[in-house]
């Protein structure tokens, strides 16, 4: 029986998977660099910085900037991010997800968000379900990102639950792998059949049998 539920938010919780999309492409675009959906997939679950470095390497930019310039850029993609998520409202939470987070609460299963985002508790915040969630790991205090455990790891810990006891939610390919890495019950949220090594994958949470999803 599963004791703990840990969610990534971008793409799992609320649609703002694509509020990243269009800041990256919009600072790519500043530097001449054009990417499109497909390689967008690859920035998921990663952190602001590697995804930077991985826009420059795929527009063979890897060694042109200096790290006050790399600061610069970042903030100038999280600026534009922010400012888009001024129009999330309660409508942007994804299908299925307030009904699941409203019977974790009532049945005392404790739930952790493990999201790459330094975003994420404003996000929360905004959308009125900060309280549904008893845990959020702090990125800042984490010394290796997605796809390495850590994140799961230290919310399986900080919400008390062994990492077999737990159910781990994610929309990435690296956070997929960071939770079979940390031997916790991976289900992948994708309408694609493109998270390889999930336990599970729908394409929501209304697909989800909550009582059957305890017991597998
Ligand atoms: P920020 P998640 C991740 O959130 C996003 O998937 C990824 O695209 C983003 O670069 C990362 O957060 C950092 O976000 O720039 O807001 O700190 O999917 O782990 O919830
Ligand atoms: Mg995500």
Redesign the pocket.
Known sequence: MKKGMIF?????IVDT?FY?FKAWQYLAKQIDIDFDATFNET??????IE?LEKILHYGNKADVFSVAEKNALMDSK?DY?VKSLSKLTEKNILPGVLPFIKQAKKKKIPCAI???????TMILEQLNIKDYFNVIVD?HSLSKG?PDPEIFLTAANLIDVLPNEAIGFE??QA?ITALNSANIFSVGISSKDNLVGADLRVDSFEKINFEQLLCL
């Open positions: 990534d938010l971008d793409g799992v998977a990243h920035l998921k679950g990663i952190s602001r995804s999280n991010y493990a999201s790459a985002s330094k975003n994420a990125p997605k929309d990435s956070g």
